[in-house]
Each structure stands twice: as C-alpha cells, then as structure tokens.
C-alpha cells in the first residue's frame, strides 16, 4: 500500500463545474495535510493546507480532512481552464526531529470548455 | 516576499560527471529541504535543514549525495559520479521553523539531463 494515493487522472470536467480530487493516506500518525498545484514543466504550487477535520476555504477551493477515514479532498468550484493542471497531495510526517512531506502521485485534471 | 531560488535552472552533464545545484531560501525562513521528481511521480523527500543541521536524510540519498547548508542560509546539493538514473528534477523547499506543521514552498527546481 502506498503511503499517500490519488488517482491519476486525467479527471476532466467542463468549465464551471466543481472538480472534485481525492486523496488517501496510511499512516494514522499524520498531522498536516497540504495540496498543491503543479503546472507541466513547473514546479509544486501550494493552494491549501488543512490540520483539522472537516473543510477549509480559501476563495475557490475547498479542502476537506477526516482523519477516522484517512482521507483528503480538494474542491474545486467554478473551473477554469486555468485551473488545468497536476494536483498533488501531500502529508507531513513529523519523525525524530524531522518535517519531510509525502506526496501522491497526482492528479491530472483538464477543464474543458 | 522573494520566493525560494535555484540554480542553475537546468543542467547537462556526462555520465561520471559531478554537479552542484545551490538552493536559497525565503530569507526567514530556517528550514530547507531537497525532493527529487521524476516524470509522473510526485516529489520525493532526500533531506532536511533546520538551519545549519541536517536533521533527517532518505534511504533515497546514496553516498554519492551530498548536501550542505554551513551558514544556515543557502544549500548547495551535489552528486558525485552521476549515473542515468539521477536524471529527475530537484526540487528545494523551505519552511518556517515555529513549529512542525508549518507549509513548505518550492522554488522552480533544478532539471538534471544526464547524457
């Protein structure tokens, strides 16, 4: 089992529809969770981060955390083709002194006009 | 704020070649870390900073890699004797140092083409 798993897409959606992104993790122990946005070519662009259970909004973007289900998801209203993009879930694994983020392998979505 | 700052932006080399890639981080902030991506993967940690100490490397950073950080300001990561397979993208982050769960922001990364 992966430590952090997403789907990897290409989840495509028409413009102004809510594009909805999963993500979930194994280790119980986890305390932080962040999403970022990463263009073809760019490099990882943090959009959320969410400590707590239950949702997060920031403008667009909704983040949603349940720790009992070790699960994180990202809403997306209102899609952009801007918004087209790789979506990356990552979790903070706090060990010994250490800060290392995990990540997924990303989620692919194309907003379609 | 200036963001995180790499360099070079890209970089090709022989196989066998050494390279140093060089991280400066958010100006306050004490916590820096190298991630290695490769093509479809998301980013992968190598090591972390707290300041001037290396607090945590990954089984993923052989003894071929070697990073520093000796003023607690900037980084430098070099490879040794560079093989195929270290061909990826190296990504710098830093973070705040006021407790554990603070975000990390990338800079735009090194792209490393072995030939």
């Known amino acids: 089992q992966k430590e952090v798993e997403q789907n990897s897409g290409p989840l495509s959606v028409p413009e102004g529809a809510i594009a909805s992104l999963n993500c979930t993790y194994s280790d119980r122990g986890s305390q932080s969770f962040f999403w970022y946005r990463q263009y073809s070519g760019k490099s990882p662009e943090l959009i959320m981060s969410i400590y707590s259970n239950g949702d997060k909004e920031d403008g667009r973007f909704t983040a949603q955390l349940n720790k009992a289900s070790q699960y994180v998801s990202l809403l997306i209203r209102d899609s952009q083709p801007s918004d087209s993009a790789t979506y990356l879930c990552?979790?903070?694994?706090?060990?010994?002194?250490?800060?290392?983020?995990?990540f997924g392998t990303g989620t692919q979505l194309k907003v379609e006009l | 704020d200036t963001g995180v700052s790499q360099n070079p932006r890209h970089k090709i080399t022989k196989r066998g070649q050494n390279v140093t890639f060089r991280c400066d981080p958010i100006s306050e902030h004490n916590r820096l870390y190298w991630y290695r991506q490769t093509l479809g993967q998301g980013p992968e940690f190598l090591t972390y900073f707290q300041n001037e100490a290396q607090l945590e490397k990954s089984r993923l950073l052989s003894d071929r890699f070697s990073a520093e950080r000796p003023k607690g300001s900037f980084s430098t990561l070099e490879i040794q004797r560079t093989e195929q397979g270290d061909s990826a993208m190296y990504l710098c982050?830093?973070?705040?140092?006021?407790?554990?769960?603070?975000?990390?922001?990338f800079g735009d990364g090194t792209r490393l083409s072995i030939l």
């Open positions: 982050a830093s973070s705040r140092g006021t407790g554990d769960n603070q975000p990390q922001h």
């Open positions: 990552a979790v903070n694994k706090i060990t010994g002194g250490g800060n290392k983020l995990t």
